[in-house]
């Protein structure tokens, strides 16, 4: 099979059964000229040499049930191959089936090959994150397998039928108001769960928000996340984070700090693209983006946003004049209450950006018409799974 595991020779990970555990005896250290004090015998008597497991560990080491629960990853031939989904930045996925429960799941292969300082830091934030932030509507993650070499670690997390930019190109028609009223409260509290948990997912657009065939959505693609509220090393926190479109004016005007806020905008374009069914902000680059910004919003003023003229870059910017925003024009169909939503995610200023939490609270969410069951949602053909549908392809 040309799609499945590369050929290789067998190895140990071919085996069925799993290797029982051996108990290892910490090594003892032979004291050359042990101190024959009857004092100091007491205080560290020598491991008792008797063919129990229990009395292999030194009385200085917790027995094994005390230690936190590390187990060691299994591998990676646990699973079956079954095909690509798509290769990111980060790493490439699989689609895979679980040997022993025949589930599906999702294998994220993360890139280690050009790594010369050890474990990368991003896959173990991506992990971490993954973990910290477990939540109905974020990507599930089940366990981390390896292959035969070090540069084969792999994320094993649920399989879940689309992203939702694949989904918003295939669709014939955009999203009803009230199933986009479904999705965002499910993001929100996704973004309200990780924020809650000290995590800022950096990253957040429709291609790294999954979407399954019951009308739920899962965040996905921790790998730039990190957590927040931590002392910041001197020269701040990197600019290098959210893909272009969905990237917060303070971060494009090289704030060195910032906080849940640079999600809340992204929420705010990905809120827009559910309505557009296309990206908000299609900018080529951050001058381009930040006129497009400027153009669709209003320049910012003092009062919008006080530590504008703050800001790094802000000298190096000549802002437009002031003029009220063009939303009604782009938004014709939105109703006042998600003007004011929509505003609210792309306030200006971040400390005025509404959180996750008050935005659950919303009147957008309880006028009508209402959010619709996720049960209620209709079921496409998952790409990612293989299948096609004609019906569903681009005219164009
Ligand atoms: N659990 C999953 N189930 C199904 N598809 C997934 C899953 N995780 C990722 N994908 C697909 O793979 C793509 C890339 O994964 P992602 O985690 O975003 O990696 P990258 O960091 O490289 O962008 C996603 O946009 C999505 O299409
Ligand atoms: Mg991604």
Known sequence: MSDSTPSRKRSKWDDDEEEPYVAVAPPSKRRSKPKATPESADATPPPQQSTTRQSLHSRYVPPRTHHPPIL???????????????????????????????????????????????????????????????????????????????????????????????????????????EIKTLMLQLLSAVGHCHANWILHRDLKTSNLLMNNRGTIKVADFGLARRYGDPVGVGGMTQLVVTLWYRAPEILLGATTYSTAVDMWSVGCIFAELILKEPLFQAKGEIELLAMIFKLLGAPTSNSWPEYSTLPLAKTISLPSPQPHQLRQKFPYLTAAGIDLLLSFLAYDPDRRITAEDALQHPYFTESPLPKHPDLFGSFPSAAAGEKCVHLKDPT
């Open 72 to 178: 060691p990853s299994r591998s990676v031939y646990c699973y079956e191959r079954l095909n690509q989904i798509e290769e990111g930045s980060y790493g490439v996925v699989f689609r895979a089936r679980d040997k022993q429960t025949g589930d599906i799941v999702a294998l994220k292969k993360l890139k280690l090959d050009e790594e010369k300082n050890g474990f990368p830091i991003t896959a173990l934030r991506e992990v971490n994150a993954l973990m910290t932030c477990r939540h109905e509507n974020v990507v599930g993650i089940r366990e981390v397998v390896v292959g035969d070499t070090l540069t084969q670690v792999f994320v094993v997390m649920d399989f879940i039928e689309h992203d939702l930019k694949s989904l918003l190109h295939l669709m014939p028609s955009p999203f009803l108001q009230s």
